[in-house]
């Protein structure tokens, strides 16, 4: 090898080692943007300062963004098509000392990551300021690429107060988005849109879910109110999946959302996903959610959900509906596959709402198939229009083995529409005052359903069997639920139920 090739092999060598090593920068607010950064008695002082460093040279494996914990920074901090670390080794922006960093960014978005994949952002807080635009967090793609964006980990942060979402996870219009996204111990509160939201764009005419793979887990999303002013669609929603291939919402909870939605387009649900497929949320409490008009309920599979799942959820005082399976007119998707199990709904559809503890329903032109609503508690509040309903059209599936009860004068089950397909079987119904009383087509009460039959012989719409209505022994009937602390970060909280009234509770083992 001649000396001048082994200088160029040898330069190379160097300046992959060199690339390959991860930096460390600290800011703080002592701090000064003239030093190098690289330690704590040598810190930036700004997040501009950040912002220029990142924009000119990356972000790389195994980096470390340090922001003074307990210190405030005005501003946002953006990483823009920064690169990225890897799996084994991701980019990293998180506080150091004692305590959380504050970002403080204005009018602006706190922290704004685009088209950067591999990155985690951890132990921060992020304050909007009066007129805020923005969002906490947001996670951003604006390019049309072959790929989805992976490594997106976002934990222990706390956003409150921003015009749009507390943490928002987007792909915009793009056929792909992000996948392997986690949200993990992150409190949204007192955002007007939404608390957290990931998102996948309009659906209509899609062919393919933008994002893959996410997990929520342990998040609080509360008093996230909607926007009065936004009347062409939902907003005020606790935690909402859409566009979703693949993910999981595990032991969040979702309170006092929603209440300033007017729009007559569909309203907020403390927690659920739309157009999304295999999705589970599981061990979730979703509880006083509210809008003006529309929803306002407690969990929801919606607009096309395929094989997903709601299990072991608690929903309580809720406007709306306590769980809905929902789809309708121009969904993308069909609806198909979906499990609602093991839950329990409690006071959940006020007075006049027009909403049940469990509630199905789909619009002119579509169906729901292979549904299971199965091993559930309801217990409905007086005025409500039911605790079980069912309405629209081309409903198909197994309503088994479902505790259901009902306030004195209330219905137990409300069935309305045509074209449906369903079997109800082993299913344990109570009203308080000790009468039984279903409701067919919003007019026809009946003592049982299996009694139905309409003018012209019996109804297709649906069967019944081994039905019984029997005091499932509450001492002393529960017609409220009882009073649970209200600190601000919130754990999922389950009542401690007489046995025999928590029965209905968990998987469907034996089914019919």
Request: charge should be positive; charged fraction near 20%; aromatic fraction near 8%.
């Amino acid at each position: 090898m001649s000396f001048r090739r082994f200088i160029r092999c040898a330069s190379a060598v160097v300046i992959g080692v060199i690339s390959a090593s991860a930096g460390e920068w600290f800011v703080s607010p002592g701090g000064d943007d003239a030093a190098d950064g690289q330690s704590e008695v040598r810190a930036w002082k700004t997040l501009a300062r950040v912002n220029r460093h990142v924009s000119q040279h990356g972000l790389h494996a195994g980096d470390v963004i340090r922001l003074r914990g307990g210190a405030v920074f005005e501003g946002s901090l953006v990483v823009d098509r920064a690169g990225g670390g890897r799996e084994e080794s991701p980019a990293r922006i998180t506080s150091f000392g004692r305590g959380r960093a504050m970002i403080r960014p204005g009018a602006d978005t706190g922290v704004l990551i685009r088209e950067t994949g591999w990155i985690t952002v951890s132990g921060l807080n992020l304050k909007a300021g009066k007129n805020g635009q923005g969002d906490g967090i947001r996670c951003d793609r604006i390019l049309e690429t072959p790929s989805r964006i992976s490594g997106i980990t976002l934990k222990d942060c706390d956003a409150e107060g921003f015009a749009w979402h507390g943490i928002m996870v987007d792909a915009a219009q793009h056929r792909m988005g992000f996948d392997r996204v986690r949200i993990e111990n992150c409190s949204t509160r007192g955002n007007r849109y939404a608390g957290i939201m990931v998102y996948g764009g309009n659906q209509i005419g899609r062919t393919e879910r933008p994002h893959r793979r996410v997990e929520i887990e342990r998040c609080v999303a509360s008093r996230n109110p909607g926007d009065p002013d936004q009347l062409g669609q939902h907003s005020g929603s606790g935690i909402l999946v859409d566009g979703v291939d693949g993910g999981v919402v595990r032991e969040c909870v979702a309170f006092e959302n929603g209440a300033e939605c007017r729009t007559e387009r569909g309203g907020p649900v403390g927690i659920w996903a739309h157009a999304s497929r295999g999705i589970v949320i599981e061990r979730c409490e979703s509880y006083r959610n509210w809008s003006s008009l529309r929803d306002g309920g407690g969990f929801d599979l919606d607009a096309g959900c395929e094989d997903c799942v709601l299990r072991w959820n608690y929903s309580h005082e809720n406007h709306g509906a306590g769980f809905l399976v929902y789809t309708y007119t121009g969904a993308a998707y069909s609806d198909r596959g979906c499990r609602v199990y093991g839950n329990l709904s409690w006071y959940d559809g006020a007075r006049g709402s027009g909403y049940a503890g469990i509630q199905i329903g789909s619009e002119t032109g579509c169906r729901i198939t292979d549904l299971l609503v199965a091993n559930n508690t309801v217990i409905a509040p007086p005025g409500s229009v039911g605790a079980l309903r069912i309405s629209g059209q081309s409903v198909g599936g197994l309503v088994c083995s479902n505790l259901v009860v009902a306030a004195p004068h209330g219905v137990l089950a409300a069935i309305s529409g045509y074209q449906h397909q369903l079997r109800f079987v082993g299913n344990r119904y109570w009203r308080a005052d000790g009468v039984p009383v279903f409701l067919i087509d919003t007019q026809w009460p009946i003592r049982a359903l299996a009694d139905w039959r309409n003018s012209t012989g019996p109804d297709h719409r649906f069967t019944a069997e081994s039905e019984s209505f029997a005091d499932p022994g509450f001492q002393p009937l529960p017609l409220s639920p009882p009073k649970r602390s209200r600190s601000r970060d919130q754990k999922p909280f389950w009542p401690k139920l007489d046995a025999r009234a928590a029965a209905g509770l968990g998987a469907p083992t034996q089914l019919p």
